[in-house]
């Protein structure tokens, strides 16, 4: 496979911008996709999304204030409703008809603001992906948010090939047996799953600490399902082999949100959500800890690969692929399906 990457992204999609206790009434800026997103809530808790760029001088909206639910522009003046039309320009004439910056439909779902980059009346809020049995009743979650200089579907390879954990990972997510088991993938028109299973084993050292395990063997359930390019879902499962209390089996859900930033950087906006130890602090804690070092791991492995891949000036270098990297080649197939209907102004079917 080489190192080149596709030149763009779908655009007739939903992508996460933001989690949503990040939006208030002060300003969130973000770059999604190569474009500049002004988010910010009405009065009335609603979310708005804006290009954040005023069509007057560029000036970015974001270092500007709130009038009621309007936009003042910190520049000149100019001031936007939260649907982008001018209504004020310091000069006390009609704003042109062309003053308005562009609105980006939002919908709020689960614990993430989702934005619409196509075109907006193709939006269609019921293939918002559903996240919400994640983190309901009887769940405890916590959440985070990285920028990471990389390609977004290198992210999403390195959470589909879970080999890596045995080595970035190890005494934390990973045991030397996971790398060695075989992984189930499924495919269809539109979503990557993959399927590991190892069973009668030691677990992990984080999740041996946080479920009470040390000393057990475990049956060591992983699920990864990608519905869109979007975000990575991913279950753990552990079935304790020698329990001793009534309590059997511990599930933790994964969410990474996965949003390009540009070309060579992404969002990941992470929710894990558990149903064991629920309300426990001292857990949450360690949870916290466990996963934060993991993730930072994660991060800098990907800043380390996309330094590599820019200094290195030879055009012809090829990477070296195996059975473990299938379920990322199909994912690039059905990216680049997408943006090829993108291309052809086709629309694209996101499944919930």
């Known amino acids: 496979m080489s190192d080149n990457h596709s030149s763009s992204y779908p655009r007739q999609l939903w992508w996460v911008a933001a989690l949503s206790e990040e939006?208030?009434?002060?300003?969130?800026?973000?770059?999604i996709a190569d474009r500049p997103v002004l988010l910010y809530r009405r009065a009335d808790g609603s979310p708005v999304a804006l290009d954040n760029r005023c069509v007057h001088r560029s000036y970015p909206l974001s270092s500007s204030w709130l009038e009621g639910d309007n936009?003042?522009?910190g520049y000149h003046g100019f001031t936007y409703r939260p649907d982008g039309k001018c209504i004020r320009v310091p000069s006390g004439e009609?704003?042109?008809?062309?003053?308005?910056?562009?609105?980006?439909p939002v919908v709020e779902s689960g614990p993430f603001l989702w934005i619409w980059t196509g075109d907006p009346d193709a939006?269609?809020?019921?293939?918002?992906?559903?996240?919400?049995p994640m983190t309901g009743d009887g769940w405890t979650v916590i959440t985070g948010h990285y920028e990471i200089d990389a390609n977004y579907l290198d992210l999403h390879e390195n959470l589909?090939?879970?080999?890596?954990f045995s080595y970035l990972h190890a005494g934390n997510l990973g045991t030397d047996a996971?790398?060695?088991?075989?992984?189930?993938?499924?495919?269809?028109?539109?979503?990557?799953?993959?399927?590991r299973l190892l069973e009668n084993h030691e677990p992990p050292g984080l999740y041996a600490r946080v479920m009470g395990l040390v000393g057990h063997t475990v049956d060591r359930h992983a699920v990864a399902t990608v519905p869109t390019p979007a975000i990575h879902l991913a279950l753990g499962r552990l079935v304790d082999l020698q329990p001793e209390t009534d309590r059997i089996d511990y599930n933790l859900y994964v969410i990474h949100a996965i949003t390009p930033i540009s070309e060579n950087r992404l969002h990941q906006f992470w929710v894990i959500s558990r149903d064991f130890a629920v309300g426990d602090d001292s857990v949450t804690e360690q949870?916290?800890?466990?996963t934060r070092q993991a993730f930072q791991?994660?991060?800098?492995?990907?800043?380390?690969?996309?330094?590599?891949?820019r200094r290195d000036g030879r055009k012809d270098y090829r990477q070296v692929s195996t059975t473990s990297d299938k379920a990322g080649h199909q994912l690039r197939r059905l990216v680049g399906r997408a943006i090829r209907r993108d291309e052809s102004g086709a629309r694209v079917v996101q499944h919930a």
């Open 71 to 73: 936009v003042v522009c």
């Open 178 to 195: 996971w790398a060695s088991v075989p992984v189930q993938v499924e495919l269809s028109d539109e979503t990557v799953r993959t399927v």
């Open 160 to 164: 589909l090939d879970l080999t890596h």
């Open 297 to 309: 791991e994660d991060v800098d492995a990907l800043n380390a690969i996309s330094d590599m891949k």
């Open 23 to 31: 939006v208030t009434r002060t300003f969130t800026s973000r770059w």
């Open 94 to 104: 009609t704003p042109p008809p062309d003053a308005q910056v562009h609105s980006y």
């Open 123 to 132: 939006a269609d809020p019921t293939t918002v992906p559903d996240t919400s």
């Open 287 to 290: 949870l916290l800890a466990g």
